[in-house]
């Protein structure tokens, strides 16, 4: 129907064409990312009692499909947002660190609680303190556990983090964490470590650098 | 008869060094050297049952002799009777395992070597069971750093643990 009102000029001439709303112009960031907002795949790494209450929050009575993030996956390879909900103890670090690794490009991670954010009440020789010394964390959502509204408001806020970032820039966030990777694996394999004890010895390192993460 | 009454007509062969009693709590508390006694007592008594072994540091506690205390119970399936038995040591000496005599002792033997550092004479494999084997210290005594001198945390609520 369109191509029959289009008047013939000639052959390099753009058509003088009036689409009204059936296009719309924007950057491909803005797109991408407005699409990527509105479709995230949440993957619960659920440890502890946040992860009770994230069942709420999945429930019919906050429902965070409203919010996109409908199609929750215990699959890392089929989600892009892991919501970190609860204590991750030393020995549980090089796992998450896999599972991380693992997620389809682009990820984010939801650090819920303070547990995962900072250790919490933890301080002991058992408990990482902060996941995000280990993996990059995007959003922290703080409380013990924190209220299912306070976990949709997390999402929110990640959702308007998602909004403003570019593609390129998320890239290199990811980038960093694979080159870490690949250092953990490389003292694993030279001094015969297992995981976990190459994350302590990276943890040593940066704080022997004075830099607050090993990625 | 309770097996402390029977244990202490026993003094002769058995050395205890105290007992007491505790709303039907039986416990006795022996030295390291007498434990082995107490086992084969305890079997012909009937405690088949190895229940716990765990342990507490009592550091800087003037009334106790010992650093450590060693903390067994055993059950009798048949009266369902119990008995506790502490064994006291200092930092350094060693006890004789158990894990031959009772499957049980070998995983609790380990834990306690883990979290208190105290070694058991003929275990079949003493090695850490809960921490990684490059941990540093031991975490449940007392002199242990809580955070176990976590390099990130404040260095002046705790004294950084030196491996």
């Known amino acids: ?215 | 008869m309770s097996i402390l009454d029977s244990l202490l007509e026993k003094k002769t062969i058995l050395p205890i060094l105290d007992t007491y009693r505790f709303r039907g709590d039986q416990t006795a508390i022996i030295a390291p050297s007498s434990l082995m006694t107490l086992v084969d007592l305890l079997m012909s008594e009937g405690f088949h049952f190895l229940v716990d072994i765990t342990a507490v540091d009592w550091l800087d506690k003037s009334e106790n002799p010992a650093r450590f205390e060693v903390v067994y119970h055993w059950l009798n399936l048949d009266s369902q009777e119990r008995l506790r038995v502490k064994v006291r040591l200092q930092d350094g000496e060693s006890l004789p395992s158990l894990a031959i005599r009772f499957k049980t002792a070998d995983w609790y033997e380990r834990e306690v070597y883990d979290m208190f550092g105290i070694s058991f004479e003929g275990h079949p494999n003493l090695t850490r069971l809960l921490t990684w084997s490059d941990f540093p210290g031991h975490p449940l005594r007392k002199d242990f750093p809580l955070d176990g001198g976590d390099p990130f945390c404040m260095s002046d609520s705790t004294t950084p643990f030196t491996h």
Request: charged share 20%.
């Open chain 1, 1 to 215: 129907m369109l191509w029959a009102k289009v008047p013939l000029i000639g052959k390099n001439k753009m058509p003088d064409l009036n689409l009204n709303d059936a296009v719309v112009t924007t950057r491909l960031d803005s797109i991408v990312n407005w699409a990527r907002k509105n479709s995230l795949w949440p993957m619960p790494f659920g440890t502890a009692c946040c992860a009770i209450e994230f069942m709420s929050v999945m429930a019919s009575k906050y429902d965070m499909s409203r919010f996109g993030a409908e199609a929750m996956r215990f699959s890392p390879r089929q989600s892009d947002m892991m919501l970190v909900l609860g204590t991750v103890t030393n020995k549980m670090a090089p796992i998450l660190r896999t599972i991380y690794a693992q997620m389809a490009e682009p990820k984010w991670v939801i650090s819920v609680g303070v547990c995962a954010s900072s250790g919490g009440m933890y301080r002991t020789y058992a408990t990482l303190q902060g996941i995000d010394r280990i993996i990059p964390v995007d959003v922290y959502v703080p409380g013990c556990p924190p209220r299912p509204e306070s976990m949709i408001y997390g999402v929110m806020k990640l959702q308007e983090k998602i909004e403003k970032e570019s593609l390129g820039m998320r890239k290199d966030h990811v980038r960093r964490f694979y080159e870490s990777l690949d250092l953990q694996e490389k003292i694993q394999s030279e001094k015969n470590l297992t995981g976990q004890q190459a994350i302590q010895h990276m943890l040593r390192q940066a704080a022997h650098d004075k830099v607050a993460t090993i990625f």
